[in-house]
Nanobody, 116 residues
């Protein structure tokens, strides 16, 4: 199993920015499409953005133009730059493969709270 460690969350005001990081424990990371997911209280987990091994990106409509996903395969890390944050972006954010599953296990996630 490849371990994932997310970081970079916190409390931010509406309109603010945060940059999330997800570090993977193995070099095998580089051949996989990786995604950022989020889960708000009482809601299902949803895919926010993904990036392929060749850095092709995908964004769901609710973050398009505000979030940017990137990866650094030399560091086994995927990033999510989040700009123009809204209260509805409040959730726990996780990274995992796309599709979800082996060889990646779930990390602890990182909490994003957007509030004034």
């Amino acid at each position: 199993q490849v371990q994932l460690v997310e970081s970079g969350g916190g409390l931010v005001q509406p309109g603010g920015s945060l940059r999330l990081s997800c570090a993977a424990s193995g070099s095998i990371f580089s051949v996989y499409t990786m995604g950022w997911y989020r889960q708000a209280p009482g809601k299902q987990r949803e895919l926010v953005a993904s990036i392929s091994s060749s850095s092709r990106t995908y964004y769901t409509d609710f973050v398009k133009g505000r979030f940017t996903i990137s990866r650094d395969n030399a560091k086994n890390t995927v990033y999510l730059q989040m700009n123009s944050l809204k209260p509805e972006d409040t959730a726990v954010y996780h990274c995992n493969g796309v599709p979800i599953g082996a060889p990646f296990s779930w990390g602890q996630g990182t909490q994003i709270t957007v509030s004034s």
